[in-house]
């Protein structure tokens, strides 16, 4: 019996994280082992409506890319086939829906099936998509780890031996100045980079969007470290981290509500670092570590997740298994309705043992 022939395209979509590289890598040998064409899609879905927008996808493109960060195809978080900006003669940005154009180009091209790479967003594009017909197997991506389907997404691991670094590298200079040094994480509004960073590399408060804190009990931990002999503090913040009955902190520069974009998080450690200065009278700075967390090699682990997903996501498309995404549920990787893992956001367990891993060893959440 002969094998049946297939194309397929894959993309990748939303922040790029370490490991995408990875899962292309694994998409298209495994593919091309089973005599297949692989096609790259750049940048989301933008390629499709473009001239050299979707490139093949062969062993020779794919070599030596296992261990680098970014993407090959490019990625974007504005493209949005569903809610489309296009401009307008008079400079305004509309939002028109696309997606019967990329049904359109899948049929044009003779294309039999999508691996779309991305994170909470591209994932209910590509949900999306597979209702209206589009035959699509997703592989969740994002360093924030907040997709509830899947134990880990690639790239987490990645980010958090990232900032566990820098963490480790400000305790120096905390040190050595006596200051408080507030370095504000990424996560969106979950808080597991900053949770995992800040117990790893021993923070003195861990400030997460799911904890509420509050900035009597933040700077009484503070003070504490000075009087009973540190002199000095670390406080770790996740981009999402809030005060109790307060609201998350925007960016000011934004042009998310122009193109489709979810408004950007940021600016939380600045702002404390004003409050605890002024509270406290110690000096204090800060620092946003920022996409240096979704930069470089991915780790050995997210490598392997990440070629476990590309092989895992080939064997879908060969079983028809379509509207799904695989996952890590260990110890096999398997496939669940893309429906469910767009359904919910994981958020750090209040009562889970890293939160009380943390607490016990003295660690603050700026609650207590
Ligand atoms: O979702 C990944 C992430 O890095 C978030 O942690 C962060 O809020 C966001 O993307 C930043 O997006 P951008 O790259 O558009 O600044």
Redesign the pocket.
Known sequence: MTAIQKAIAINTG????PGLNAVIRAVVLSATNLGWSVYGIRRGYQGLFEEDGVVDLTRDTVRGITHLGGTILGTT?RGNPLSWPVESEDGTVQLVDRSDEVLEEFRRRELDALIAIG??GSLQIAAALSEKGLPVVGVPK???N?LAATQVTFGFHTAVATATDAIGRLHSTAEAHGRVMVVEL???TAGW?ALYAGVAATADIILIPEIPYHLDALCAKINERYETGPGFAIVVAA??ALEAGGSHTFLEHSEHSQTG?SA???GIGEKLARQIAERTGHETRSLVL??L??GGEPIAYDRLLALRFGSAAVELVRDGCFGCMVALRPPEVLAVPLSEAVAKIKLVPLDGDLVRTARNIGISFGDE
Request: charged residues 35%.
């Open positions: 939303g922040g790029d994280a978080n994170g909470d994002t360093i924030d907040d990424m996560g969106r980079i981009e999402g974009e950007r998080l940021g920022g996409h967390q979704r």
